[in-house]
């Protein structure tokens, strides 16, 4: 069993940063694909990044530019770096894993969630 938490959200002005961090228990996150997910209250979990176990990441063009999602394998965690947030970037953000997901970009192909994490950015 894969034990998935996020931490690192907050409050933070529009033009700010913040970096989330996912950790693992229970297995090495390096083997695995991880997702960051988003979702606003009364909306679908969006995808925002996702990185391979290979090393490959992907991006959602609403992001593109101004997040960036890396892996320090030695102590097993996953950040998300998040620069430049805007107002609509507000949600709940989830960090994801699957050891191999047929595609990063649907939350369908990730087994193992976390309980996610306030993100806020106010204008």
């Known amino acids: 069993q894969v034990r998935v938490v996020e931490s690192g959200g907050g409050l933070v002005q529009a033009g700010g940063s913040l970096r989330l961090s996912c950790a693992a228990s229970?297995?090495?996150?390096?083997?695995?694909?991880v997702g960051w997910f988003r979702q606003d209250p009364g909306k679908n979990r969006e995808f925002v990044a996702a990185?391979?176990?290979?090393?490959?990441?992907y991006y959602a063009d609403s992001v593109k530019g101004r997040f960036t999602i890396s892996r320090d394998n030695a102590k097993n965690l996953v950040y998300l770096q998040m620069n430049s947030l805007k107002p609509e970037d507000t949600a709940v953000y989830y960090c994801?894993?699957?050891?191999?997901?047929?595609?990063?970009?649907?939350?369908?192909?990730?087994?193992?969630w976390g309980q996610g994490t306030q993100v806020t950015v106010s204008s």
């Open positions: 994801a894993a699957d050891p191999k997901p047929t595609s990063v970009w649907y939350s369908s192909e990730y087994h193992y």
């Open positions: 229970g297995r090495t996150l390096s083997t695995y694909t």
């Open positions: 990185s391979r176990s290979s090393g490959n990441t």
